[in-house]
Nanobody, 122 residues
Framework: QVQLQESGPGLVKPSQTLSLTCTVS??????????WSWIRQPPGKGLEWMGA???????YYSPSLRRRTTISRDTSKNQFTLQLRSVTPEDTAVYYC??????????????WGQGTQVTVSS
């Protein structure tokens, strides 16, 4: 039932802010016990959980990205967003949003969007 769709620019310049939106349908981001996560996969690498926001609005972040990551939500639009500041080419990846009962979304258990490619390049 629940569907997630990532959207945002596919190209971001170094030092700027990467901003993505996850639009959710078929379920409310403000109800139940789900966490709403952002995960990314750089080329040739594995999945990296970036952070999540709980149904009550509390954010959780990967320690390695906490300094420059903000996850927010807009319950009126049933959306949650990712902002990754001061990006470098190493931030180039496919970015996913996902829903799971656990704060770190599991690929084979949660509901995932199809992913969106974001390239950091000048």
């Amino acid at each position: 039932q629940v569907q997630l769709q990532e959207s945002g620019p596919g190209l971001v310049k170094p030092s700027q802010t990467l901003s993505l939106t996850c639009t959710v349908s078929g379920g409310s981001i403000a109800t139940n016990n789900y966490y709403w996560s952002w995960i990314r996969q750089p080329p040739g690498k594995g999945l990296e959980w970036m952070g999540a926001i709980g149904y009550s609005g509390n954010p959780y972040y990967s320690p390695s990205l906490r300094r420059r990551t903000t996850i927010s939500r807009d319950t009126s639009k049933n959306q949650f967003t990712l902002q990754l500041r001061s990006v470098t080419p190493e931030d180039t990846a496919v970015y996913y949003c996902a829903r799971d009962l656990r704060v770190e979304a599991r690929r084979d258990f949660g509901s995932w969007g199809q992913g969106t490619q974001v390239t950091v390049s000048s």
